[in-house]
């Protein structure tokens, strides 16, 4: 579920609205839901919203750590405790240090985040970090130990971290010129492929206009592809350079492990 996106062309979901598509979800046998933005926790609703997403499944918020207040983590520390199900946080840093990060995410993003997961951790929770993939892929294991040794560091004592690919989309597409014309997915590349790796295939994506295909492409013209879920229930051509980077990597959406 999308509860608030960077720009404006998306509003909030009310706490209505999510409670209305979580009855709906039962009949689609959802196993897990996902909250994202923008930043969903600048939804004032989203506390309630997770609570009461307890009571349905396993629920992820994907957030940048930097806005929440120790009362609601206090809260789903709670909802967490009586539920039969985990509640995960996604944490996104790009980098290991504010040298790395805050380039990309901004000024003093990095310290607001780290202090962020350092509050997760302190509520008894175990954060996946995420980062897109922005260096060389043969620094990567410099990368990831730099992001272990900062995550130890600051008292995170088994980091969980996802690297995520870069999706050559919005402010990526800008600096990279986005996706070649020759970089999409064909039939003959489907020969095969297992088509349970991408999110598509068996996920949507609420919005307050309505259910889209996934949320990489949400801002797409036609990534909307109804207004109830039995509407949204159909096939999808990956026609997007998007795509052709999750045929590549598959889960890219998924937490790496669900408890
Ligand atoms: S970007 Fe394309 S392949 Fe990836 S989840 Fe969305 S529709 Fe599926």
Redesign the pocket.
């Known amino acids: 579920m999308r509860c608030h996106p960077k720009n404006d062309s998306f509003g909030f979901l009310t706490l209505d609205e999510v409670r209305r598509r979580l009855a709906e979800s039962v009949a689609w046998g959802v196993k897990e839901y996902y909250f994202t933005g923008g930043e969903p926790f600048l939804n004032p609703d989203l506390v309630p919203m997770l609570e009461a997403t307890l009571k349905y499944g396993p629920a992820t918020v994907l957030t940048n750590g930097t806005v929440w207040k120790p009362a609601w983590l206090q809260r789903l520390q709670a909802a967490e405790a009586a539920s039969l199900y985990s509640l995960e946080f996604r944490v996104s840093i790009d980098g290991f240090s504010p040298e790395t990060n805050d380039p990309i995410r901004g000024e003093g993003t990095f310290c607001r985040a780290l202090e962020g997961i350092v509050k997760l951790v302190e509520h008894g929770f175990l954060p996946i970090i995420t980062a897109a993939r922005t260096w060389p892929e043969e620094q990567e294991p410099h990368v990831v130990g730099e992001f272990v040794r900062m995550l130890h560091d600051a008292g995170y004592r088994r980091p969980r971290l996802k690297i995520l690919p870069l999706?050559r989309l919005g402010a990526e597409e800008q600096r990279t010129c986005g996706y070649l014309d020759s970089e999409r997915?064909t039939p003959e590349m489907m020969d095969g492929y297992d088509r349970s790796q991408?999110?598509?295939?068996h996920s949507r994506t609420v919005t307050d206009r309505g259910v889209a295909?996934?949320?990489?492409?949400i801002e797409s013209h036609d990534?909307l592809l109804g207004q109830s879920l039995a509407e949204a229930a159909k096939p999808?051509p990956?026609q997007?350079g998007?795509?052709f980077?999750?045929?590549q990597y598959g889960a890219?959406?998924a937490n790496p492990s669900a408890r």
Do not use: G
Request: overall charge negative; hydrophobic content about 50%; charged content about 5%.
């Open positions: 999706l997915v991408l999110i598509c295939e295909v996934c949320p990489i492409l990534a999808y990956l997007h998007a795509c980077t999750c045929y890219i959406c």
